[in-house]
């Protein structure tokens, strides 16, 4: 997946914003890899996230996470990147 500098910056900044909150509880962590991945809870909104962070490449990006899905967005961020990213395409065409 190929990022603009705008891109990264934005990423980080949600990265940034979701783990500095203090309403934002991490609730699991694991690297591999070069990749450092957070399942985050917002406390205030009652909201899951999900943030990745590339140490090879600098970039970063964070997914909402239902709560019956949070942990398997934790496990595979990558895949949902990917499928959240092929449904806004799909809904770009068709409007």
């Known amino acids: 997946m190929t990022r603009s ?3 990264r910056r934005a990423a980080e900044a949600i990265a940034y914003e979701t783990t500095r909150s203090d309403s934002m509880r991490e609730l699991a962590y694991r690297e591999g890899d070069g990749l450092e991945i957070r399942l985050l809870w917002d406390k205030c909104s009652d909201r899951l996230a999900v943030s990745v962070f590339d140490w090879k490449t600098g970039d970063c ?29 799909n809904e770009l065409l068709a409007a």
């Open 61 to 89: 990006f964070a997914l909402e996470a239902a709560g019956d899905t949070a942990l398997d967005v934790f496990y595979h961020p990558f895949s949902y990147a990917v499928s959240r990213t092929a449904s806004a395409t």
């Open 5 to 7: 500098s705008g891109d």
